[in-house]
T-cell receptor, first 114, second 110 residues
């Protein structure tokens, strides 16, 4: 089955430092989504990337989809304590429609020290 | 913002008992999912549901599990005979172009 890997598993940063998490798939993806889960909360949708090489920004967050559509990254500039949580990528297999299962990566847990 | 509602928020049950977890998805969505998350671990897919039938299920979703949409609004997950290892947070998700997750039901099997 499809495998979605994420690195690192954990990241501790000082407030103000940058943070990046990487998502890699063993197969070409139809699209990729990113979710954030605060401690004790539920996953919340952040963004979806569809096109090869796509880059999207949300304030301090930058999302990239690789040219081969097998990897993606989420970069946070100048982290704040509100960025604490686990960031998951979720991928649709190739040739899948919206209804099919999307596979979550294991997540990167971010801690931000004030 | 659209909201997926799950009840109960916490369920404690004895091993071997049946539990039903309930979800009210977003009304105009067509795709529904159950996921589980064991404490501190990743979100694991259980089952997807479309057009009143299961469209995909994982290895976790064995004969002890079933899903229903009994009245066109609620979406339920039933575990027939709970085991200790079923203890986890269970999330329902409702999907259009993006997935909205409920707050989850924390199931504790003792």
């Amino acid at each position: 089955g499809q495998q979605v890997m994420q690195i690192p598993q954990y990241q501790h940063v000082q407030e103000g430092e940058d943070f990046t998490t990487y998502c890699n798939s063993s197969t070409t993806l139809s699209n990729i989504q990113w979710y954030k889960q605060r401690p004790g909360g539920h996953p919340v949708f952040l963004i979806q990337l569809v096109k090869s090489g796509e880059v999207k920004k949300q304030k301090r967050l930058t999302f990239q989809f690789g040219e081969a559509k097998k990897n993606s990254s989420l970069h946070i500039t100048a982290t704040q304590t509100t960025d604490v949580g686990t960031y998951f990528c979720a991928a649709h297999p190739p040739f899948s429609g919206y209804g099919q299962n999307f596979v979550f990566g294991p997540g990167t847990r971010l801690s931000v020290l004030p | 913002e659209p909201e997926v509602t799950q009840t109960p928020s916490h369920q404690v049950t004895q091993m071997g008992q049946e539990v039903i977890l309930r979800c009210v998805p977003i009304s105009n969505h067509l795709y529904f999912y159950w996921y589980r998350q064991i404490l501190g671990q990743k979100v694991e897919f259980l089952v997807s549901f479309y057009n009143n039938e299961i469209s995909e299920k994982s290895e976790i979703f064995d004969d002890q599990f079933s899903v229903e949409r009994p009245d066109g609004s609620n979406f339920t997950l039933k575990i027939r005979s709970t085991k200790l290892e079923d203890s986890a947070m269970y999330f329902c998700a409702s999907k259009g172009s993006e997935a909205f997750f409920g707050q989850g039901t924390r199931l504790t099997v003792v």
